[in-house]
């Protein structure tokens, strides 16, 4: 069965230094991983995904994320926190070999990021 | 281009009435997925719907239902309201033939059940 993990609820950050919103996955197959982003009484916005290929991928706003196929991890980075970056944060994983064609995401992550 | 649009923005119900939720896609989607989104949760899946019919169900029961129209759009009805039906519905779409099949939401509307 498809799964994500996201452990931390809630990650703290000053604004400036580098922030890290962890998720680790299980699928039985080549899994296809997507982050997105929540604000307040808002639908999910996309960020990035990783389909195939290059493990770094990069998305909007400066964010970037990691495939570790063998930690099967998939962790959102960003080099330098905004305040404006605080948000929920969501990791998302879709089996494609599985037949199925749903999303499963994780409990989400709160980012708060620190004037 | 407009993005996916959802309506109502809110609704409040009693137990035991009835809802339909309506969606548009985004120009050029063909398919629409339903998610239900509790409070402090993430999105589950409720169904999917491609070419006006449901593709793919997640764990919600026979009160959950849908419909796909010609023009891609959808609604989501469910019958005999539970309080614990309140939460945000989110849908999503998405263009079959896209080799990722990336979703894009809508804003989400927040039912209320009293």
């Known amino acids: 069965a498809q799964s994500v993990a996201q452990p931390e609820d809630q990650v703290n950050v000053a604004e400036g230094n580098p922030l890290t919103v962890k998720c680790t996955y299980s699928v039985s197959g080549n899994p296809y991983l997507f982050w997105y982003v929540q604000y307040p009484n808002r639908g999910l916005q996309f960020l990035l995904k990783y389909i195939t290929g290059d493990n770094l991928v990069k998305g909007s706003y400066g964010f970037e994320a990691e495939f570790n196929k063998s930690q099967t991890s998939f962790h959102l980075k960003k080099p330098s926190a905004l305040v404006s970056d605080s948000a929920l944060y969501f990791c998302?994983?879709?089996?494609?070999?599985?037949?199925?064609?749903?999303?499963?995401f994780g409990t989400g992550t709160r980012l708060k990021v620190l004037a | 281009d407009a993005g996916v649009t959802q309506s109502p923005t809110h609704l409040i119900k009693t137990r035991g009435q009835q809802v339909t939720l309506r969606c548009s896609p985004k120009s050029g989607h063909d398919t629409v997925s339903w998610y239900q989104q509790a409070l402090g949760q993430g999105p589950q899946f409720i169904f999917q719907y491609y070419e006006e019919e449901e593709r793919q169900r997640g764990n919600f029961p026979d009160r959950f239902s849908g419909h796909q129209f010609p023009n891609y759009s959808s609604e989501l009805n469910v019958n005999a309201l539970l309080l614990g039906d309140s939460a945000l519905y989110l849908c999503?779409?998405?263009?079959?033939?896209?080799?990722?099949?990336?979703?894009?939401f809508g804003p989400g509307t927040r039912l209320t059940v009293t």
């Open positions: 998302a994983v879709r089996d494609p070999t599985s037949g199925t064609y749903k999303y499963i």
């Open positions: 999503a779409s998405s263009f079959q033939a896209g080799p990722s099949y990336e979703q894009y």
